[in-house]
């Protein structure tokens, strides 16, 4: 399939019947942790205690990876909100990325981001992804939109990254992904980890 654009739109709302303890647990396991066999040293932890040169933070994830031999942080945070998430709230993240000295932000919400939210992640490199239901979508530059095999129908989850700006005014390049997909633990760690894949599973 070749690259597509499209104008950012994804639903927003809190996932009904899940709590936001179930919510981090979800983005750990699900969407971070399931690229731990194909990134060496993967360990993916809910409400770490992370000493940052203004105080200790209580976050809602990290994961950590060795790469080329050096060792990299993504602090994570998880938001089950319904209405759409401020840019306060991602400058907050990225001032946590700054004080404890991650390589990179990721904030994962059921509710989707206004405009000021997106510019200020896509200035400082946040990863922003919003969870609804249906299937995995990631908006980036590089990377050609896939789909799940014909005939299997939509995977479980729809996941939109706002952080990188399409081609024309109000668009955004996207990647369809599900967790099932083989090529799925490569985009996670590529796009939201920020890690290159080497394919380290047997």
């Known amino acids: 399939m070749s690259d597509q654009e499209v104008r950012a739109a994804p ?3 809190a996932r009904t019947g899940v709590t936001p303890a179930e919510f981090e647990e979800f983005v750990a396991d699900r969407l971070l942790g399931s690229a731990a066999p194909h990134v060496s040293g993967l ?3 809910l409400h770490e205690k992370v000493a940052g040169s203004d105080g200790t933070y209580d976050l809602d994830a990290t994961v950590r ?3 080329a031999g050096m060792d990299f942080l993504v602090v994570v945070e998880a938001k089950h909100h319904r209405n759409p998430i401020k840019r306060e709230l991602v400058q907050v993240l990225h001032q946590k990325v700054q004080s404890v000295g991650a390589h990179k932000g990721v904030m994962v919400s059921t509710a989707t981001y206004q405009s000021g939210a997106v510019a200020f992640a896509r200035a400082h490199g946040i ?5 609804t239901d249906g299937r995995f979508l990631f908006e980036t530059r590089d990377v050609a939109p896939t789909e799940g095999p014909a005939g299997s129908g939509p995977p479980p989850f729809l996941v ?3 952080a990188f700006p399409g081609g024309g005014p109000g668009t955004s390049r996207v990647v369809l992904m599900a967790p099932d997909d083989d090529d799925y633990p490569r985009q996670a760690a590529e796009i939201l980890l920020g890690c290159p894949f080497e394919g380290l599973a047997p």
């Open 11 to 13: 639903p927003s709302g």
């Open 43 to 45: 360990s993916v932890t």
């Open 65 to 67: 990876y060795r790469f």
């Open 127 to 131: 990863a922003l992804v919003t969870v």
């Open 160 to 162: 939109h990254c706002h």
